[in-house]
Protein backbone atom coordinates (compact mmCIF):
# COMPACT_ATOMS: atom_id res chain seq x y z
CA UNK A 1 0.00 0.00 0.00
CA UNK A 2 2.61 2.52 0.87
CA UNK A 3 4.29 1.39 -2.53
CA UNK A 4 1.16 2.24 -4.10
CA UNK A 5 1.05 5.69 -2.62
CA UNK A 6 4.73 6.02 -3.02
CA UNK A 7 4.04 5.57 -6.94
CA UNK A 8 1.02 7.54 -6.96
CA UNK A 9 3.27 10.57 -5.52
CA UNK A 10 6.17 10.23 -7.69
CA UNK A 11 3.26 10.10 -10.51
CA UNK A 12 1.95 13.79 -9.23
CA UNK A 13 5.28 15.18 -9.12
CA UNK A 14 6.24 13.50 -12.75
CA UNK A 15 2.79 15.63 -14.10
CA UNK A 16 3.63 18.29 -11.92
CA UNK A 17 7.10 18.63 -13.82
CA UNK A 18 5.72 17.97 -17.03
CA UNK A 19 3.47 20.80 -16.53
CA UNK A 20 6.35 23.27 -15.34
CA UNK A 21 8.78 22.48 -17.77
CA UNK A 22 5.91 22.28 -20.58
CA UNK A 23 5.22 26.53 -19.95
CA UNK A 24 7.52 27.76 -21.81
CA UNK A 25 6.30 26.08 -24.65
CA UNK A 26 3.99 28.69 -25.28
CA UNK A 27 6.28 31.31 -25.51
CA UNK A 28 8.43 29.37 -28.09
CA UNK A 29 5.51 28.71 -30.23
CA UNK A 30 4.54 32.23 -30.66
CA UNK A 31 5.18 32.21 -34.51
CA UNK A 32 8.36 34.21 -35.40
CA UNK A 33 9.08 35.47 -38.98
CA UNK A 34 11.48 33.05 -40.48
CA UNK A 35 13.77 35.31 -42.63
CA UNK A 36 16.07 33.47 -45.35
CA UNK A 37 19.69 33.69 -44.30
CA UNK A 38 21.97 34.70 -46.58
CA UNK A 39 25.38 35.13 -45.87
CA UNK A 40 28.22 36.91 -47.92
CA UNK A 41 31.69 35.53 -47.19
CA UNK A 42 33.70 38.55 -48.02
CA UNK A 43 37.70 40.59 -47.09
CA UNK A 44 35.94 44.42 -46.64
CA UNK A 45 38.64 45.37 -49.14
CA UNK A 46 38.01 42.95 -52.21
CA UNK A 47 36.55 45.09 -55.62
CA UNK A 48 34.46 41.44 -55.88
CA UNK A 49 32.97 41.86 -52.46
CA UNK A 50 32.11 45.43 -53.72
CA UNK A 51 29.86 44.15 -56.54
CA UNK A 52 28.34 41.47 -55.10
CA UNK A 53 27.04 43.85 -51.54
CA UNK A 54 25.67 45.89 -54.42
CA UNK A 55 24.25 43.38 -56.00
CA UNK A 56 22.41 42.67 -52.38
CA UNK A 57 21.56 45.86 -52.12
CA UNK A 58 19.35 45.33 -54.63
CA UNK A 59 18.00 42.20 -53.89
CA UNK A 60 17.42 43.49 -50.25
CA UNK A 61 14.79 46.49 -52.13
CA UNK A 62 12.85 43.53 -53.36
CA UNK A 63 12.93 40.90 -50.31
CA UNK A 64 14.27 42.58 -47.82
CA UNK A 65 11.41 41.70 -45.48
CA UNK A 66 12.38 38.10 -45.52
CA UNK A 67 15.78 38.09 -45.95
CA UNK A 68 18.50 38.16 -43.08
CA UNK A 69 21.73 39.46 -44.34
CA UNK A 70 25.19 38.56 -42.93
CA UNK A 71 28.57 39.03 -43.93
CA UNK A 72 31.50 36.46 -42.67
CA UNK A 73 34.99 37.48 -43.62
CA UNK A 74 37.92 35.89 -45.04
CA UNK A 75 41.50 35.57 -43.52
CA UNK A 76 43.88 33.49 -41.96
CA UNK A 77 44.43 32.87 -38.27
CA UNK A 78 48.02 33.34 -37.03
CA UNK A 79 49.55 33.10 -33.80
CA UNK A 80 51.80 35.60 -34.43
CA UNK A 81 52.11 38.34 -32.32
CA UNK A 82 51.88 41.34 -35.27
CA UNK A 83 48.33 40.48 -36.06
CA UNK A 84 47.01 40.04 -31.69
CA UNK A 85 45.74 43.57 -32.40
CA UNK A 86 43.06 42.11 -34.62
CA UNK A 87 41.76 38.99 -33.03
CA UNK A 88 45.13 37.32 -34.23
CA UNK A 89 43.83 37.18 -38.25
CA UNK A 90 45.96 37.52 -41.00
CA UNK A 91 44.25 39.20 -44.07
CA UNK A 92 44.91 38.84 -47.96
CA UNK A 93 45.24 42.97 -47.73
CA UNK A 94 46.54 43.74 -44.90
CA UNK A 95 45.69 45.32 -41.44
CA UNK A 96 43.87 47.61 -42.55
CA UNK A 97 41.45 45.32 -44.81
CA UNK A 98 41.08 43.07 -40.71
CA UNK A 99 40.32 46.44 -39.07
CA UNK A 100 37.69 47.28 -42.09
CA UNK A 101 36.00 43.99 -41.50
CA UNK A 102 36.53 44.52 -37.53
CA UNK A 103 34.28 47.69 -38.32
CA UNK A 104 31.65 46.08 -40.32
CA UNK A 105 31.05 43.17 -37.50
CA UNK A 106 31.04 45.77 -34.96
CA UNK A 107 28.46 47.48 -36.80
CA UNK A 108 26.34 44.71 -37.36
CA UNK A 109 26.45 43.72 -33.63
CA UNK A 110 25.94 47.15 -32.11
CA UNK A 111 23.11 47.85 -34.55
CA UNK A 112 19.92 48.20 -32.82
CA UNK A 113 17.89 49.97 -35.46
CA UNK A 114 13.57 49.06 -36.72
CA UNK A 115 14.71 47.56 -39.72
CA UNK A 116 16.99 44.25 -38.82
CA UNK A 117 19.08 44.71 -42.27
CA UNK A 118 19.59 48.15 -41.66
CA UNK A 119 23.45 47.77 -40.53
CA UNK A 120 24.23 46.49 -43.86
CA UNK A 121 24.17 50.22 -44.94
CA UNK A 122 27.13 50.36 -42.98
CA UNK A 123 28.83 47.97 -45.69
CA UNK A 124 27.61 49.42 -48.59
CA UNK A 125 29.06 52.89 -47.00
CA UNK A 126 32.17 51.40 -46.56
CA UNK A 127 32.38 50.20 -49.86
CA UNK A 128 31.77 52.98 -51.81
CA UNK A 129 35.05 53.53 -51.65
CA UNK A 130 36.98 50.55 -50.58
CA UNK A 131 40.71 52.50 -50.69
CA UNK A 132 39.40 54.15 -47.83
CA UNK A 133 38.74 51.67 -45.60
CA UNK A 134 39.14 51.20 -42.61
CA UNK A 135 39.55 55.53 -42.11
CA UNK A 136 35.96 55.73 -43.71
CA UNK A 137 34.95 53.93 -40.43
CA UNK A 138 33.91 56.27 -37.84
CA UNK A 139 31.86 58.34 -41.00
CA UNK A 140 29.85 55.61 -41.56
CA UNK A 141 29.06 54.77 -38.07
CA UNK A 142 28.45 57.95 -37.47
CA UNK A 143 26.04 58.28 -40.45
CA UNK A 144 24.13 54.70 -39.71
CA UNK A 145 23.42 56.66 -35.94
CA UNK A 146 25.29 54.27 -34.52
CA UNK A 147 26.22 54.50 -30.51
CA UNK A 148 29.83 55.87 -31.28
CA UNK A 149 31.21 54.97 -27.92
CA UNK A 150 30.12 51.29 -28.55
CA UNK A 151 32.26 51.46 -31.76
CA UNK A 152 34.80 52.75 -30.89
CA UNK A 153 34.78 50.39 -27.97
CA UNK A 154 34.39 47.49 -30.39
CA UNK A 155 36.35 48.28 -32.86
CA UNK A 156 39.61 49.40 -30.99
CA UNK A 157 43.05 47.28 -30.95
CA UNK A 158 42.65 44.40 -28.84
CA UNK A 159 38.64 45.05 -28.48
CA UNK A 160 36.14 42.53 -28.84
CA UNK A 161 35.75 43.30 -32.52
CA UNK A 162 38.82 40.87 -32.89
CA UNK A 163 37.17 38.04 -31.13
CA UNK A 164 34.12 38.68 -33.81
CA UNK A 165 36.49 38.78 -36.58
CA UNK A 166 38.29 35.57 -35.23
CA UNK A 167 35.35 33.68 -35.17
CA UNK A 168 33.72 34.98 -38.73
CA UNK A 169 36.75 33.34 -39.94
CA UNK A 170 36.96 30.52 -38.33
CA UNK A 171 33.13 29.97 -39.38
CA UNK A 172 34.04 30.67 -43.16
CA UNK A 173 36.86 28.08 -42.86
CA UNK A 174 34.84 25.61 -41.57
CA UNK A 175 32.56 25.72 -44.53
CA UNK A 176 35.52 25.73 -46.90
CA UNK A 177 35.26 29.22 -48.22
CA UNK A 178 38.13 30.89 -49.60
CA UNK A 179 37.11 33.03 -52.56
CA UNK A 180 35.54 36.52 -51.77
CA UNK A 181 33.00 37.03 -52.73
CA UNK A 182 30.79 33.50 -51.87
CA UNK A 183 27.49 33.83 -51.74
CA UNK A 184 25.42 31.40 -49.34
CA UNK A 185 21.70 30.90 -49.14
CA UNK A 186 20.07 28.99 -46.34
CA UNK A 187 23.08 27.27 -45.43
CA UNK A 188 24.37 26.04 -48.97
CA UNK A 189 26.66 28.07 -51.23
CA UNK A 190 25.06 29.11 -54.22
CA UNK A 191 27.61 31.20 -56.03
CA UNK A 192 30.80 32.80 -56.37
CA UNK A 193 32.25 36.23 -57.37
CA UNK A 194 35.55 36.75 -57.85
CA UNK A 195 38.07 37.71 -60.32
CA UNK A 196 35.25 40.45 -61.91
CA UNK A 197 32.68 37.16 -63.08
CA UNK A 198 30.63 35.36 -61.48
CA UNK A 199 30.87 31.30 -61.59
CA UNK A 200 29.15 28.28 -60.18
CA UNK A 201 26.17 29.50 -59.68
CA UNK A 202 23.74 26.97 -61.27
CA UNK A 203 20.69 29.25 -60.43
CA UNK A 204 21.76 32.23 -61.58
CA UNK A 205 23.63 35.43 -60.37
CA UNK A 206 21.32 38.46 -61.47
CA UNK A 207 19.44 40.16 -58.84
CA UNK A 208 16.34 38.11 -60.23
CA UNK A 209 18.06 35.15 -59.53
CA UNK A 210 18.69 35.41 -56.06
CA UNK A 211 15.32 36.96 -55.32
CA UNK A 212 13.85 33.61 -56.61
CA UNK A 213 16.16 31.56 -55.00
CA UNK A 214 15.14 33.37 -51.58
CA UNK A 215 11.66 33.37 -52.61
CA UNK A 216 11.65 29.51 -53.15
CA UNK A 217 13.59 28.93 -49.83
CA UNK A 218 11.10 30.97 -47.62
CA UNK A 219 8.91 29.21 -45.34
CA UNK A 220 7.23 31.59 -43.07
CA UNK A 221 3.98 33.63 -42.95
CA UNK A 222 2.53 36.04 -45.63
CA UNK A 223 4.83 35.47 -48.59
CA UNK A 224 5.49 38.72 -50.59
CA UNK A 225 3.64 39.91 -53.80
CA UNK A 226 6.80 39.87 -55.28
CA UNK A 227 7.53 36.18 -54.65
CA UNK A 228 3.85 35.01 -55.09
CA UNK A 229 4.32 36.90 -58.93
CA UNK A 230 7.61 34.65 -59.24
CA UNK A 231 6.88 31.13 -57.75
CA UNK A 232 3.30 31.60 -59.91
CA UNK A 233 4.90 32.03 -63.06
C1 LIG B 1 32.93 48.04 -23.90
O1 LIG B 1 33.26 46.67 -24.07
C2 LIG B 1 33.11 45.86 -22.94
C3 LIG B 1 33.53 44.45 -23.30
O2 LIG B 1 34.75 44.43 -23.95
C4 LIG B 1 31.68 45.92 -22.45
O3 LIG B 1 31.56 45.19 -21.26
C5 LIG B 1 31.24 47.36 -22.25
O4 LIG B 1 29.87 47.39 -21.92
C6 LIG B 1 31.48 48.16 -23.50
N1 LIG B 1 31.11 49.56 -23.33
C7 LIG B 1 30.29 50.19 -24.20
C8 LIG B 1 30.06 51.64 -23.96
O5 LIG B 1 29.77 49.63 -25.13
C1 LIG C 1 19.32 25.12 -57.57
O1 LIG C 1 17.92 24.94 -57.66
C2 LIG C 1 17.49 23.60 -57.46
C3 LIG C 1 15.99 23.57 -57.74
O2 LIG C 1 15.31 24.53 -56.98
C4 LIG C 1 17.84 23.19 -56.02
O3 LIG C 1 17.42 21.88 -55.78
C5 LIG C 1 19.34 23.31 -55.81
O4 LIG C 1 19.64 23.07 -54.45
C6 LIG C 1 19.84 24.70 -56.18
N1 LIG C 1 21.29 24.69 -56.13
C7 LIG C 1 22.00 25.73 -55.71
C8 LIG C 1 23.48 25.54 -55.62
O5 LIG C 1 21.48 26.79 -55.42
Same mark, same amino acid.
Not at 13 to 23: D, E, F, P, R
Not at 164 to 173: A, D, G, P
Not at 222 to 231: E, F, G, K, M, S
Given at each position: ???????????? =?????????? #?????????? %???? *????? !?????????????? &??? !???????? #?????????????? *??? @????????????? @????????????????? &?? %???? &?? &???????????? %????????????????? /????? @???????????????? #?????????? #??????????? $????????? %???????? /??????????? *? $?? *??????? =???
Amino acid at each position: MSDMRRLAALLL =LAVGLLAVSA #TPVACISVPR %PSRV *PVTLH !VMSQCPDAVHCENV &FAD !VLTQVGRI #TDINTEYIGSPSSD *PRY @EPHGGVRCMHGGG @ECQGNIQQLCAHSIYSG &FN %PNGW &FD &FVLCQSENIGAI %PGNGLECANDLDLNMDA /FRNCT @EPYGYGGQLLHESVMR #TKERGITKSC #TVVIDDEIVCV $RDGGSWYNC %PNGSTVAD /FVRQICQRYQG *P $RL *PTVCANI =LDA
